[in-house]
């Protein structure tokens, strides 16, 4: 019935059914960003001030306000797994299996809009009782909703075209003959992101190939439908949800998925935003701790088991507790999304005023951004020891440090991640914001030697450090900050800032380094987050691991063009974009940009994005 309703509402023309306008105006607005964005860049300008007016607009932002507590666990446990497994096994993988593809497109549609409809009493939830409101309210969370809308969107529209999408362009990498498709910009997605684009490039030696089983017949040729568990990530809803769907859309699959206690409290509303898959049969959320966690693993119905969490999850699992020696115990394949310690590459150049302010705010908000309980928050920033603007970047950094909230750093451990750090780096800086009872300080240790830092250890909390490398320029600097990376834990994301001219003049220097950076997801000027949040580029530390040291991960997610044979992403930004990420955590309009954006990321139109584009620009 949800997909039949979806269908009948999202016919040619109508609000959620596919457009012609996009085809023809996405090519257009990609050919005119470039000259465009000198423009826009004056505008948003304009509209937010100097770094010094936009510090004084921003001290008048609500206080922080602390969430009121969240008894995590409290969901009664799964008590009968057998009866879960069985209706997954018999049932929902009987009634998935049969649903053709344009009717998933249809049920994807219906999810979407009642995703849309649950984002903003989901977000004050959490904010309220679990994560606490800080400069953008509950903007930072309705943000990882519309993270979502924008997945369920694009899998819509991959299904309902007639035939596999293609990259827009491949080329190859000049240093390894490996292959790049550009996957990004698409539509008028390309209006949220003037002048961004993203690729995807594939392992050495291996041809453009994509997964395409939809395009080759019906249902019954399509893989036979299988029953994987999710077990939930605990600190972001859009990684819970992007799991979920990753497996029931591009691997045929029935999913039961197991809410982290850390965010259960996410499961009845994501319930409600996948009514139809859950309705279906296509997936059931249970709850409980490790005791459920382990029995759904074993189960014998479970064909394979996701985890996005930590590298100690995924040796409970695979290992069962034994000396990791030879073959492990658990033989069902674990796809893993695990942590980074994730660096942050600053190369020297001519900077201005500006330049210095955007860039420090750019690093502070990969810190700040849900309290440093993420995969992809700020760790190391790497800079150039003999680059005469670092102390003015590092003084930068500091200010919005203590321009930022203190927030409650609400996962469990990490208060003792506090305590390590400040035993590792006695007389760290740190800052307190006086924001409330429980919040806690971001401690910041600058000039360290490689050889003095935690190359091992992701912090998950509030944290992180600095790291001066030599190089007197780009050229110089960029082969030895690709050296360093190579000895910190993990592969999953970085980040390169680098202007311009200084782009220009070290281009074969830049380019060599994207081609050597060990890593998922290499982000030029802009955060990693950007990586994750495009639905046709990958998610997934790079090519590697083995389950004696499995690192970032194994596995490759999101890859909405389903491209075979991944190794990682590129995303690349202009240094001096047209405004500052609408993600940011300090942005003044933060929460009224995140409400604005859900109805242009649910059914992209220009109209739509006129009001959301207003409150970008004015950061």
Known sequence: AAAGAAAEAGGAGGAGGPSRLPALLGPVWEAAGPALRPLLHRVAGALSGSAGSRDAKRARTAEAVLPLGYNAGRTPPCADVDAVMARAAGEGCAKWGAVGRLERAALLRECLRLTCAVSAAASTYSARYHKGSYETGAGEELYGWNGIAWALRAMAELLERDEPTRPSAVSEDPHTGRKVCRVFPRGLDALLFPDFTGDVWLQAGQAVEQDEFYWRGGPETWPAPKVSLVLGAGNQVSVVACDVLEKIVHENAVVVCKMNPVNEYYGPFLEEALRPLVQLGALEIVYGGPEVGKQLCDHPTVADVHITGSGRTYDAIKWQGQPKVGEPPFKKHVGAELGNKTPYIICPGEWTEEDIDRVARALVGGKVNNSGHNCIALEVIVTSKDWPQRAQLLDRVRHHFRQAQNRVSYYPGSDRAFERFRARYPGCEEFHGGDGAGSAPWLFKAGLNPGEMDLSTESWCGVCVEVPLPGKDAGD???????????????????????????????????????????????????????????????????????????????????????????????????????????????????????????????????????????AMMS
């Open 477 to 615: 600097f960029l082969p030895n900050a690709v050296d360093f990376t190579k000895t910190l834990f993990g592969t999953l994301a970085c980040s390169v800032y680098i202007d311009g001219k200084a782009e220009k003049l070290h281009r074969g220097a830049l380019e060599k380094a994207v081609s050597d950076l060990e890593y998922g997801a290499i982000n030029i000027n802009t955060q990693p987050v950007m990586a994750f949040a495009v639905p046709a580029l990958t998610w997934g530390g790079h090519p590697g691991s083995t389950d004696l040291d499995i690192g970032s991960g194994n596995c490759v997610t999101h890859n909405n063009l389903r491209l075979k044979n991944v190794e990682k992403c590129v995303v690349r930004a202009p240094f001096r974009a047209a405004f500052v990420e609408p993600w940011g955590h300090d942005h003044r309009n933060g929460e009224k940009l995140a409400r604005a954006l859900g109805p242009f990321v649910q059914s992209p139109s220009v109209l739509r994005l006129l009001p959301a584009s207003t409150l």
